[in-house]
């Protein structure tokens, strides 16, 4: 499978407690974004990253969470101290960022359960 | 702020009948649209997208209109099947400076037989 994979898929976790999700993009793309996603809504831009720079943060990325793509390709989003609300999918997507308007491609996404 | 929106939160099609989603944008800047499809616990998978600088473009059983005058986007999908059973978003992108796309809330799709 070529496309953009997102592991774990499913996690549950304790209030207070840090956790870790990880996003590999299409070989190629050198551009990779993460976005959160709540029930009902469309997915919300967090931070993207140009090869291992990350160029912008939103405001919904608390001092909790951190983001890292140290070598260009895999990316890790971090969230400590978890809080109830942090409870949502974490969707990661990729794009080539060579060509003009490309397309996001995204990844099946982590859903996170804040106990 | 400015956002992109959608008309209608809910559609129900009997299958085999056309589906028409309609999206709204308010930025004028916007120059790249993309519509995703999106099933219950999976990432939003890409159907198709269109450039400002276009009106129309057609894929594979869908077709996408930009009507930039009233900032107007919508989604035709023909011969709407079970399977398209979804929720739909449309995205916006102003420019290529490697913006994230903004989306709006998402219409959901019932096909019925």
């Known amino acids: 499978d070529t496309g953009v994979s997102q592991n774990p898929r499913h996690k549950i976790t304790k209030r207070g407690q840090n956790v870790t999700f990880r996003c590999d993009p299409i070989?190629?793309?050198?551009?990779l974004y993460w976005y959160r996603q709540t029930l009902g809504q469309g997915p919300e831009f967090l931070t993207y990253?140009?090869?291992?720079?990350?160029?912008?943060k939103s405001r919904l990325l608390s001092d909790r969470f951190s983001a890292e793509r140290p070598k260009g390709s895999f990316s890790t989003l971090e969230i400590q101290r978890t809080e109830q609300g942090d409870s949502a999918m974490y969707l990661c997507?990729?794009?080539?960022?060579?060509?003009?308007?490309?397309?996001?491609?995204f990844g099946p996404g982590t859903r996170l359960l804040v106990l | 702020g400015e956002s992109v929106g959608l008309h209608l939160p809910t559609l129900s099609v009997q299958e085999g009948d056309n589906s028409i989603i309609n999206c709204a944008y308010s930025?004028?800047?916007?120059?790249?649209f993309i519509w995703y499809k999106q099933e219950s616990g999976k990432g939003p998978q890409f159907i198709i997208d269109?450039?400002?600088?276009?009106d129309k473009r057609q894929g594979q059983r869908v077709t996408v209109l930009l009507n930039k005058t009233v900032k107007h986007l919508s989604l035709q999908i023909a011969a709407t099947q079970p399977g398209d059973s979804a929720v739909y978003f449309c995205?916006?992108?102003?420019?290529?400076?490697?913006?994230?796309?903004?989306f709006g809330k998402g219409t959901s799709l019932l096909v019925t037989p």
């Open positions: 990253f140009q090869n291992e720079a990350q160029l912008e």
């Open positions: 930025n004028s800047a916007s120059d790249y």
């Open positions: 070989s190629e793309h050198n551009r």
């Open positions: 995205a916006e992108n102003v420019g290529d400076s490697g913006y994230a796309l903004n």
């Open positions: 269109i450039r400002s600088n276009m």
């Open positions: 997507a990729s794009r080539n960022g060579l060509a003009v308007q490309e397309t996001q491609y």
